[in-house]
Structure formats: structure tokens, C-alpha cells
């Protein structure tokens, strides 16, 4: 079973290689402050770096228990063979307090990584909306709801925990993460994303999540999110109800902050999180050049000019001799005395 995932897992990174779409944008589009993914890649030539500083408390319960946390959470996301297909790796290092109650309670804590995930994600369907702006004559058509909007725009994840956590956490080998990532644009401000995962595949830790994440943005620089998360396991189940604000303090850096009320089987308690996300914009635009009827020219000096500079530097050299051998030498007329 694992090996059959590892081998979906590269197949999946090379499956993108079949169109290009550009996935860029001019500000950073960063997942935090919530817990979910949109289905859109960064862009190629996009390096960000997404970190969240958390701390979780809940309530002590009988037998072993997790009731303190403090830690942080940071996620790199990278493209760079297709604007579709996105690489990206989750770390997550923190402080946990394990407690035992029975007749009396004690604890001790551990220090640790308690996520290592390495994975990709492919946007296999990007929604296309009407463009209202240049519908002039009716005021109802230009104002209505565009149906297209309640279709979402699908990627597929898939990723692979690595066993380089503290033995809390410890699955006793790699094991898949398999995602179905969904974002409806609901309006120009407002979006839901939604999240379906499969984690820890084929193993006696498996658990099936679901995570719903509505963000309205107010202005140019600030959003607030509302967002709810449940996770089912064999022995036990959780819930979350989430909200928090982000602010675009720069078009390449994101701070935020948020709150989280928990339930994880009998214990109840909150979560908070303070974060920052930047990016390294390395991205260049390509252009097509077109004629009149929107059909691609092929042959332009721009074109010529590029295929001689990925031509090797003995194509160039013999070039340069086979011009001189093409070359016409002007008849000299001779004068008569």
C-alpha cells in the first residue's frame, strides 16, 4: 500500500506537464490565517514562506491527553515547471504538555516536530466567470448572480508524512495525504473554499477531514475569514469553529492573526495563532505575439533572435561562416580611358 501511493505520488507531479495556465497574481495569496487550501498554485517563479506561532489549551481528561500546546507552523509553497502544479512542504515544531490523570494527575512534555508533510497540488479545473463589467445596456443583467459561480474550481492534492516527528507523533512509517481541494467566488470579495482529506492512508491512524472556509474581503488590504474543520478518526472525533483577520501590509507580505474554539472528544478548550507570510517574486510573464485575427506569428526577428541564443555556440560559429559564404560581392566596373 505505501509503495502504491509513493508511485501515484510522482505520477501525479508528472501529470501536469499537459497544459499551462497562469496561476500568478500581483499580491501574495497565502492560505493563513485559516486552516485550508485554495486550489491555486502560487505561480512559477513564486517562493513563499507561510508561518503561524500558535498556542492550544484544553482541558485535562482521563487517562493520556495532550491539553497544552505552544509551537509554530510553517509552510513553503513553490512552482517551477507549470503554473498549474504546485510544490509545497508543511513543518510544524512545538511544545506539547502530556498529562496523565487516573487517581492523581501528572504530566511532562515533549519537544518536537509533530508534522513533516511533503506535498504537490494540481489545479485540474479553473472556473471561468462572465465579465459583467461591459454589459451596458441592462442594469438587471450587469447586477445578477452568474450561475457559473456555485461551479468551484478543483485541484487534487497529494502528499506524503514523513516520520521525522517526536515519538508523540510517531506513525512508525511514511504514509499519504490524499486531497480534494474546492474555492467557489462566490463575488469579487467573498469566497468559499472547501477541503476533503484522506490523512495517514492505510494505517491504523487514518482519519478522514473536512474543512469549510468563508473569506470576505472589506478592502484592498483587509479580510476576515469564518471557518469550521472536523476530523474523524477510529477513536476519536474533533471540531473546530475558527474566525481571524489578515492584513496586506505590503503586495509580498500578509500578517494575521486568529481564534479557535475546540472539541476533541471530551475536552474543550481554544486555540489562538499570530502569523506572517511573505514571498519571493521571481516571476516573469510570457508573452504570444498575435496578428490581426488572434492568430499566433511564429516567425519574428524577436523568435529568430531567441532560437539563436538556444542554439549551442558551434551552431552560432558556423552560421557566422555560412552568411560569409552567402554573400554577394558587388561587380566592379571598369573604367574606359
Not at 519537544?111 to 508533510?117: H, L, V
Not at 519571493?280 to 541564443?309: A, C, M, W
Amino acid at each position: 500500500m505505501k509503495h502504491f501511493f509513493l508511485n501515484l505520488f510522482f505520477t501525479f507531479c508528472l501529470f501536469g506537464f499537459s497544459s499551462i495556465q497562469a496561476q500568478y497574481t500581483d499580491v501574495i495569496n497565502s492560505n493563513k490565517p485559516g486552516f485550508s487550501e485554495s486550489p491555486y498554485s502560487v505561480g512559477k517563479g513564486i517562493y513563499q514562506l507561510e508561518s503561524n506561532f500558535l498556542f492550544r489549551n484544553t482541558s485535562i481528561e482521563p487517562t493520556f491527553s495532550r491539553p497544552q500546546s505552544f509551537g509554530a507552523d510553517f509552510l513553503f509553497r513553490t512552482s517551477f515547471l507549470l503554473e498549474k502544479l504546485e510544490f509545497n512542504a508543511q513543518v510544524t515544531y512545538q511544545r506539547d504538555k502530556i498529562a496523565f490523570k487516573n487517581i492523581f494527575t501528572s504530566h511532562y512534555f515533549s519537544s518536537g516536530f509533530s508534522r513533516f508533510t511533503i506535498g504537490a497540488k494540481y489545479l485540474l479545473y479553473q472556473q471561468e466567470y462572465t465579465d459583467k463589467t461591459k454589459e451596458v445596456r441592462s442594469w438587471k443583467r450587469r447586477n445578477a448572480f452568474d450561475k457559473k459561480r456555485l461551479i468551484p474550481s478543483v485541484a487534487l492534492y497529494l502528499g506524503m508524512n514523513t516520520d521525522f516527528v517526536s515519538e508523540v507523533y510517531k506513525t512508525g512509517s511514511i504514509t499519504p495525504k490524499i486531497g480534494i481541494l474546492l474555492q467557489n467566488n462566490l463575488s469579487n470579495d467573498l469566497n468559499i473554499i472547501t477541503n476533503f482529506y484522506y490523512d495517514n492512508a492505510g494505517t491504523d491512524f487514518a482519519s478522514f477531514s473536512y474543512i469549510v472556509t468563508a473569506t470576505q474581503n472589506f478592502s484592498d488590504r483587509w479580510s476576515a475569514f469564518l471557518e469550521n474543520q472536523g476530523i474523524y478518526q477510529k477513536l476519536l472525533t474533533a471540531n473546530n469553529l475558527g474566525t481571524g483577520l489578515a492584513y496586506l501590509f505590503t503586495e509580498n507580505l500578509q500578517i494575521n492573526a486568529s481564534g479557535r474554539y475546540l472539541i476533541e472528544g471530551n475536552a474543550k478548550g481554544f486555540y489562538g495563532g499570530l502569523g506572517v507570510s511573505y514571498r519571493v517574486d521571481k516571476h516573469q510573464d510570457s508573452f504570444i505575439n498575435l496578428d490581426e485575427k488572434g492568430k499566433q506569428i511564429k516567425d519574428t526577428p524577436i523568435t529568430r533572435y531567441n532560437k539563436k541564443q538556444k542554439a549551442g555556440f558551434f551552431s552560432r560559429l558556423f552560421s557566422i561562416f555560412k552568411k560569409k559564404r552567402n554573400r554577394k560581392r558587388p561587380k566592379r566596373k571598369r573604367k574606359r580611358n
